[in-house]
């Protein structure tokens, strides 16, 4: 049995025991029973007190070893920042070369598009005068045909100049 086992045993006996007459706080124990359970509690007091030595001792052996891993881990960190600080100069200095890259990348890429858009516009315009100087010499050989279709009534119903007759009646156009 166990010292909180005991304690209950203690508590239920103080329960059960009755009151003096004119005083309810004052109870009758069997006071037999009541120093049983006191040696009870004297034989296993050892017991719990080794226990709680046994949990102290652990307790001061987890903390030291905590101190010293936070020690160990307080070192590192301090290295790592000194070896960070040095490297954030050479960041720095790679973030400016490649800030000015980037920069220099921007202003080329943009003379490129606009060499592009003018090149291409210049193609545009000479296809445009290409196709308007095409549709001026259809106009031209259409006019000429219309002419001589005009000027020459002799020409024959044939199947050869049928397309010549849509032409003077201006079914192709």
């Known amino acids: 049995m166990n010292i909180d086992e005991i304690l209950e045993e203690m508590d239920e006996l103080l329960d059960?025991?009755?009151?003096?007459?004119?005083?309810?706080?004052?109870?009758?124990?069997?006071?037999?029973?009541?120093?049983?359970?006191i040696n009870d509690i004297r034989l296993n007091l050892p017991h719990e007190l080794?226990?709680?030595?046994?949990?102290?001792?652990?307790?001061?052996r987890i903390l030291n070893e905590a101190k010293i891993n936070a020690e160990g881990t307080i070192r590192k960190a301090e290295e790592r920042a000194t070896i960070l600080v040095s490297k954030e100069t050479v960041?720095?200095?790679?973030?400016?070369?490649?800030?000015?890259?980037?920069?220099?990348?921007?202003?080329?890429?943009?003379?490129v598009q606009k060499a592009a858009a003018l090149s291409v516009a210049q193609m545009l315009n000479d296809a445009e005068a290409c196709h308007q100087k095409s549709l001026?010499?259809?106009k031209r050989t259409k006019?000429?045909?219309?002419?001589?279709?005009?000027?020459?009534?002799?020409l024959k119903e044939t199947p050869q100049n049928t397309a010549a007759k849509m032409l003077k009646d201006n079914k192709i156009k």
């Open 16 to 37: 059960k025991s009755g009151s003096f007459p004119l005083m309810p706080h004052k109870k009758f124990v069997d006071g037999e029973r009541l120093r049983e359970l």
């Open 50 to 60: 080794k226990e709680a030595k046994k949990i102290e001792f652990d307790c001061q």
């Open 91 to 111: 960041i720095a200095e790679a973030n400016k070369k490649a800030m000015e890259i980037i920069s220099a990348a921007k202003d080329q890429a943009a003379a």
């Open 136 to 138: 001026l010499d259809i």
């Open 143 to 154: 006019e000429k045909i219309q002419h001589t279709l005009k000027t020459s009534p002799s």
